[in-house]
């Protein structure tokens, strides 16, 4: 080849030379070869698009008082056709609440496990590569937040911050990165040994440079198992705070339904039909969180699909 | 006149434990990888560092290339300290000083292909303007190791190469900055029989079309005769016998190369064989013997080896020798132990 046909051929060659690009291809490798992990990854998608049409697809504005013909308050109707789900004790329409509620989920759930996952792997990177004092300190660190109880503390905390759906996620990112730090060091411990990162050094990489490039996208796959199951972790908490009643008022969550159902005794009066779709809406994105970190699972540690 | 390199009275102890109680009883055992090394190498010139698994060979290595930091002693490059090297200095060194590993199938990252690997050296020191440059840099070097054509390697993940395909892309990347020493750890222990002449070949044509000064690290007399113009034996962290390869070879003065040269299997058959055997296995490097290392094993033990330890001192041929068996060795003053070896 001359070196004008090597020109030529230059964009194909340097398209392929992304590693960050490598390793997000991992997730879709994932995708197709586990059926668990293809189902949490359409249920997200599902979700994704639910969330972003809900102004254009829902019936009401999921916080509007409705009303009847006869001008008294649509509260506590069963579901019918205006009215799918049926109305809470307030007469808002339920069906528009579940469809705006997959919003407060999917924001909650991604950011907070993109803040995990962040934070995580570079306490991770950091004190694995370093080791000595810096790793001493934060895996002390670690530790303290393993320590910490994590509802109760979730909950004094947005108490303390004030009830808003971004606080909630910033204390789900300073009490969850723990498990990544540690898992991302163990990794990183065991990946500085190897000969091609040595070779990096040997090379003239400086201390970042081998950190960034040459390890971490090596334990970015593991990133994004603990980053999935931060997603299920993380919808999962925002529910149980709005539940208990610490949640964003102004926010329409699948836990603030629950809650909202919860006290106006829709349980005592069999009003399935109010508390079920949250439910459920919140067992599958858990679910399909969980599905995803299945699948990065078993093609990280291949030997567990016998078992 | 000063050497490209020089290596005095290196050391590198790790500590053993390093518990509260030891640090309290103040018993401080630590293993002595590398214990008083000390050699020089012109510019051009080719040494061997021969010796058995364990006698701190590659922790040399690993020392002149700076991955790991001497307990004690020092490392001149170019007549400059390398310890003290940092920033701009640091990055010039690692430019000029090379380094081939022993196993290539760990050299290279695997989520890299050969071309990003490749590029790797040039974006660090900022070797040439372009993409395209560097690419065109790539090809020249993946053709100078007889990798053709090419392109057709770049965009392969180092698991699609065989085991001497990957050594000749480790040789060109350490190639890629123009080198001045080149550090080769077991280059070919890792290969195949069969392609190693092939991968040896190659890089003694490299350095010597570059005019690379080169170290050799083998446990393989053969390959270390076959490479490199001077030879030093190594034993428990020590060198105990230096000299011009052919006179080391074929004329063993130190017992324990004695034994080491006796042990290559010869292919003439009919040629008769001494073997020189050697005693027990090579003592714990954290309890050193208080004299010569090798007193233990040798053949040839003597009342002073067991409490002297030998300077390593000329002999004759250009041969240095560290051992009791020849007078200049045994050091004459109580000073001995442990003294410090003069380069020269």
């Known amino acids: 080849?001359?070196?004008?046909?090597?020109?030529?051929?230059?964009?194909?060659?340097?398209?392929?030379?992304?590693?960050?690009?490598?390793?997000?291809?991992?997730?879709?490798?994932?995708?197709?070869?586990?059926?668990?992990?293809?189902?949490?990854?359409?249920?997200?998608?599902?979700?994704?698009?639910?969330?972003?049409?809900?102004?254009?697809?829902?019936?009401?504005?999921?916080?509007?008082?409705?009303?009847?013909?006869?001008?008294?308050?649509?509260?506590?109707?069963?579901?019918?056709?205006?009215?799918?789900?049926?109305?809470?004790?307030?007469?808002?329409?339920?069906?528009?609440q579940v469809l705006f509620g997959a919003r407060a989920a999917l924001v909650v759930g991604f950011v907070a496990a993109f803040g995990v996952v962040v934070l995580g792997t570079l306490v991770g990177l950091f004190a694995g590569y370093y080791s000595g004092w810096v790793d001493m300190l934060l895996m002390r660190l670690a530790d303290v937040a393993f320590g910490i109880p994590f509802l109760p503390m979730a909950i004094v905390l947005v108490a303390f911050l004030g009830p808003s759906i971004w606080n909630t996620v910033l204390v789900m990112v300073l009490l969850l990165w723990r498990d990544t730090g540690r898992v991302i060091r163990a990794q990183v411990l065991s990946l500085r040994t190897r000969s091609y990162v040595e070779a990096a050094r040997v090379l003239g990489a400086s201390h970042l440079r081998t950190m960034f490039v040459h390890i971490a996208p090596n334990v970015l796959p593991l990133s994004f198992l603990y980053g999935s199951l931060a997603v299920g972790w993380a919808i999962l908490t925002e529910a149980t705070i709005s539940f208990l009643g610490f949640g964003d008022p102004n926010v329409i969550s699948w836990g603030f339904m629950l809650q909202d159902a919860y006290n106006s005794q829709a349980m005592a009066r069999h009003a399935f039909y109010w508390f079920v779709p949250p439910g459920l809406c919140i067992m599958l994105a858990v679910m399909a969180g969980f599905f995803i970190g299945r699948g990065y699972e078993e093609l990280l540690f291949p030997r567990l699909r016998r078992r | 006149m000063s050497h490209l390199l020089e290596v005095t009275d290196l050391r590198k102890e790790y500590p053993l434990q390093s518990g509260l109680l030891s640090a309290v009883m103040g018993s401080r055992r630590v293993v002595h990888a590398v214990n008083g090394v000390s050699f020089v190498l012109d510019e051009g010139g080719s040494l061997g560092?021969?010796?058995?698994?364990?006698?701190?060979?590659?922790?040399?290595?690993?020392?002149?290339?700076?991955?790991?930091?001497?307990?004690?002693g020092s490392i001149r490059f170019a007549g400059r300290d390398v310890a003290a090297l940092d920033g701009s200095d640091l990055l010039s060194y690692r430019r000029q000083v090379q380094f081939i590993f022993q196993n290539p199938y760990e050299a290279l990252n695997p989520r890299f292909t050969i071309l990003r690997s490749l590029l790797e050296p040039l974006i660090i020191h900022e070797i040439g303007q372009s993409i395209a440059e560097r690419v065109e840099r790539v090809a020249g070097a993946l053709d100078r190791v007889h990798l053709n054509p090419p392109e057709t390697f770049f965009l392969k993940y180092p698991h699609q190469l065989s085991g001497g395909q990957l050594q000749r892309v480790v040789i060109a990347?350490?190639?890629?900055?123009?080198?001045?020493?080149?550090?080769?750890?077991?280059?070919?222990?890792?290969?195949?029989?069969?392609?190693?002449?092939?991968?040896?070949?190659?890089?003694?044509?490299?350095?010597?079309?570059?005019?690379?000064?080169?170290?050799?690290?083998?446990?393989?007399?053969?390959?270390?005769?076959?490479?490199?113009?001077?030879?030093?034996?190594?034993?428990?962290?020590?060198?105990?016998?230096?000299g011009p390869t052919e006179e080391v070879i074929e004329h063993p003065r130190h017992p324990y190369t004695q034994a080491l040269v006796s042990a290559v299997p010869d292919p003439d058959p009919t040629r008769p064989r001494r073997p020189v055997e050697i005693a027990d296995t090579v003592p714990t490097p954290f309890?050193?013997?208080?004299?010569?290392?090798?007193?233990?094993?040798?053949?040839?033990?003597?009342?002073?080896?067991?409490?002297?330890?030998?300077?390593?001192?000329?002999?004759?041929?250009?041969?240095?020798?560290?051992?009791?068996?020849?007078?200049?060795?045994?050091?004459?003053?109580?000073?001995?132990?442990?003294?410090?070896?003069e380069p020269h």
């Not at chain 1, 992990?37 to 998608?45: E, M, S």
């Not at chain 2, 070949?201 to 080169?214: A, D, G, I, Q, V």
Request: glycine share 6%; aromatic share 6%.
């Open chain 2, 49 to 72: 560092l021969a010796g058995e698994s364990g006698c701190g060979k590659t922790t040399t290595a690993k020392l002149i290339l700076r991955l790991l930091h001497p307990t004690a």
């Open chain 2, 287 to 341: 309890q050193l013997p208080a004299g010569c290392p090798f007193a233990d094993r040798c053949p040839q033990v003597m009342e002073v080896c067991r409490h002297l330890r030998p300077l390593l001192l000329p002999v004759d041929a250009g041969v240095r020798v560290a051992c009791h068996l020849y007078p200049d060795s045994t050091p004459r003053t109580a000073e001995g132990y442990g003294a410090k070896m």
């Open chain 2, 173 to 242: 990347r350490a190639l890629l900055v123009d080198p001045v020493l080149l550090v080769a750890d077991e280059p070919v222990s890792m290969l195949d029989v069969s392609i190693r002449a092939g991968v040896l070949n190659l890089m003694r044509e490299l350095s010597r079309e570059r005019k690379l000064t080169t170290i050799y690290i083998s446990h393989d007399l053969a390959l270390i005769r076959y490479m490199c113009s001077v030879t030093a034996v190594m034993y428990l962290g020590t060198i105990c016998e230096i």
């Open chain 1, 1 to 96: 080849m001359s070196s004008s046909e090597r020109a030529a051929a230059l964009p194909q060659w340097t398209r392929a030379t992304s590693t960050w690009r490598d390793a997000l291809l991992v997730t879709w490798a994932v995708a197709r070869r586990d059926r668990f992990a293809l189902a949490g990854l359409v249920i997200y998608g599902v979700l994704l698009v639910v969330a972003l049409a809900a102004p254009v697809v829902a019936p009401y504005n999921p916080q509007d008082l409705n009303y009847r013909p006869d001008g008294e308050v649509a509260a506590n109707e069963v579901p019918s056709l205006p009215h799918w789900l049926g109305t809470t004790n307030l007469g808002r329409d339920i069906f528009s």
